[in-house]
Structures are given as C-alpha cells and as structure tokens.
C-alpha cells in the first residue's frame, strides 16, 4: 500500500508564494535603488492631485451627474453576472441538458434585465442635456 504525504502536496504551493513574494520584494528594491536623488525631493507640483490631466477648480464637494455612479453600478453588475459563466463553461459537459437550460434561464434573465435598463433610458448620455 502507498502511503500518501499531504505535506509533499503543500510544496509547489509553498514554493510559488516564496518566488512571489521574492519578485515582489526585489522589484522594490531595485526600483528604490535605481531611482535618483533628484526624483526624490517633494515639491509642491508633485503633490498636486492630477485627475485625467483635468486642472484642480475650487472644492471637490460639487455635484455632478449620478449617471456616472450608474454606468459604474451597471459595469460591476453585469461584470459579475459574467463571473458565473466560467464554472458552467468548466462543467459544461458533466451538466448535460439540465446545466444548459439552466444557463439559457440564466441568459435570459441577463438579458431581460439589459433590455430593462436600455428601456429606462440608462445609456442614453444626452438625456439631460435635451
């Protein structure tokens, strides 16, 4: 009979956090390194806040548009709703006929709510400016 380590199961594992975390701990050290004295020095052009090249106007508690929270909303929703496709597409052939009525059930009810959304106008941008 054979007898089975558990511990020799954990090696390959061990050894890939060692090399990660050694790539992650030499990378910074030789960006430290490398990097000038000249870049180091704080100045107060570099501690301005830069946003997409857009100059700094006035208090950052202005309203804007919620359309940019909703498109936001609307990414993380439909890009988790994606996340359920890899398991399916894993054991696409062990579900058989029941995993792929459950997963057609599962894309209309994906795209019914796409088609909800288009309805209620969420990606019409110049709503607000007619």
Same mark, same amino acid.
């Given at each position: 009979m054979e007898t089975i380590s558990v511990t020799s199961d954990y090696i390959p594992i061990l050894?890939? =956090?060692?090399? %990660?975390?050694?790539f992650v701990v030499v !990378?910074? +050290? !030789?960006s430290h390194f490398i990097i000038t004295k000249r870049r180091r020095v704080r100045s107060i052009k570099k501690e301005d806040n830069f946003e997409c090249g857009i100059e700094i106007e006035g208090n950052a508690r $202005?309203? $804007?548009?919620?359309?940019y929270f909703l *498109? %936001? *909303? +609307? &990414? !993380? +929703? &439909?890009? @988790?709703e994606v996340i359920f496709f890899y398991p399916w597409a894993v054991n696409f052939k062990e579900s058989g006929w029941s995993g792929l009525l459950y997963m057609l059930l &599962? @894309? %209309? +009810? &994906?795209? $019914? #709510?796409f088609y909800y =959304?288009?309805?209620? #106008?969420?990606f019409d941008w110049n709503k607000d400016e007619e």
């Open positions: 050894i890939q =956090i060692v090399v %990660a975390l050694s !990378v910074m +050290l !030789v $202005f309203p $804007f548009s919620v359309k *498109i %936001a *909303i +609307l &990414f !993380v +929703l &439909f890009d @988790v &599962f @894309v %209309a +009810l &994906f795209m $019914f #709510g =959304i288009y309805k209620k #106008g969420s």
